[in-house]
Every structure is written in C-alpha cells, then in structure tokens.
Antibody, heavy 119, light 108 residues
Framework: EVQLVESGGGLVKPGGSLRLSCAAS????????MNWVRRAPGKGLEWVSGISSSSAYIFYADSVKGRFTVSRDNARNSLHLQISTLRADDTATYYCVRDLGSPGPFDYWGQGTLVTVSS | SFELTQAPSVSVSPGQTASITCSGD??????ACWYQQRPGQSPVLVIYQNTKRPSGIPERFSGSNSGNTATLTISGTQATDEADYFC???????????FGGGTKLTVL
C-alpha cells in the first residue's frame, strides 16, 4: 500500500523557518518524481515545488522561489521541503504528492502537515 | 502565465448530472486531470489524461477536454460526491503544475 506521511509542520513566526518531511513507503520511491502542494484556509490548491526522481530537475512556483528548497533522499525514501522567510500567506496545509507521469497527474497524496505563520 | 478558471460553485439534485468546467487557453492541447477533496480529507485523483479513471473511482465520473474547456461530469450524483473539485494541467512553457481555483459541488 502506498503511504506518504508528512511531518514537521507547526506554528512559526513571520520570517522563521521550518523543515517539512515526507516518509514514503509501499512503492519504489526512487523512480518517481515528487511534489509539494499546499492549500491555504479558504483557498484552493497551489502547486509549490517538484523534484525529479534523481533530483536532476527541480521546479518552484514563483510565490516560493528563493525561499523554499526541495530535496529528497532516495536511500531513505524521504522527501523534504525547507521553508524559510515565512510569511502569513504561507499558512497552509502542505501535502506530499507522488507524480504518476512526470509531469502529473498526482496519484497519491499524504494526509498533509499544517504550517501556521503568525506572531 | 497559464491559468485555469473554474466556477466557484455548482449545485445539483441527487441523482442528476453535475458538470464542472475548467477553462484555459488551448487547454485541449494539454492533458487535464481532476481531483476531489472532501472536507477534512486529502485530495483524490478522479480523472487523469482527460478521460481516464484511476482504479476505484466510480464509473459515474467521466471527463472530456476540447478547445479551451475541460469538463468533469458526474452522473447520478450522490450525497457523498459533495466536495471541492479542482482541475489541473501542466504548463510546458514554465514546467509548472497549474490548478484551477476549485468548484464547490453542493448536492441539494
């Protein structure tokens, strides 16, 4: 069974940082591209970042470029998102997502981890 | 930049057909997919590559994509179909995944 389990969310002050992690199991993690998608309260889904299977290709939405860094460890079946210089509008549930076709669609989603940016 | 537009809300009576549309410039030249997100749950892929249903998705969910519009059709709508629905496509010019703003489906 495919499982994606996020962790690392929490309450952080504006300008602060967090490191989100996603533990993957039940599939060959190293051959899939992975993505982060977020949903802010009262808003829709927003793609944040994507990383290819070997980390050769990395992409970011304009809204997070320069502040967020995605990485993966295929030996440990894990995906990470370092989020920095956080702003109030980064408040959202962040989902770890498997990419079925590189690019897309996203066939498996984690349960999400909530990041709240507030003073 | 490439954008996808959805109506904020659609209402349907139980047993009737719901149509949710997604519009974008030359969207028919791309693959569109659709996600269902019920309150408090993670999104679920219900249609990919315009018309394909993942395993486990009921046959009442179908999709089409032509011109500038992709459509998700739910036949014989049930109360359990009440959710937010998001379309998605990949913008090859930026390598970004783009989501529509979402449509809240209400089953009255």
């Amino acid at each position: 069974e495919v499982q994606l389990v996020e962790s690392g969310g929490g309450l952080v002050k504006p300008g602060g940082s967090l490191r989100l992690s996603c533990a993957a199991s039940g599939f060959s993690f190293s051959i899939y591209s992975m993505n982060w998608v977020r949903r802010a309260p009262g808003k829709g889904l927003e793609w944040v970042s994507g990383i290819s299977s070997s980390s050769a290709y990395i992409f970011y939405a304009d809204s997070v470029k320069g502040r967020f860094t995605v990485s993966r460890d295929n030996a440990r079946n894990s995906l990470h998102l370092q989020i920095s210089t956080l702003r109030a509008d980064d408040t959202a549930t962040y989902y770890c997502v498997r990419d079925l076709g590189s690019p897309g669609p996203f066939d498996y989603w984690g349960q999400g981890t909530l990041v709240t940016v507030s003073s | 930049s490439f954008e996808l537009t959805q109506a904020p809300s659609v209402s349907v009576s139980p047993g009737q057909t719901a149509s949710i549309t997604c519009s974008g410039d030359k969207l028919g030249d791309k693959y569109a997919c659709w996600y269902q997100q019920r309150p408090g749950q993670s999104p679920v892929l219900v249609i990919y590559q315009n018309t394909k249903r993942p395993s486990g998705i009921p046959e009442r969910f179908s999709g089409s994509n032509s011109g500038n519009t992709a459509t998700l059709t739910i036949s014989g709508t049930q109360a359990t179909d009440e959710a937010d629905y998001f379309c998605q496509a990949w913008d090859s010019s930026t390598a970004w995944q783009v989501f529509g703003g979402g449509t809240k489906l209400t089953v009255l």
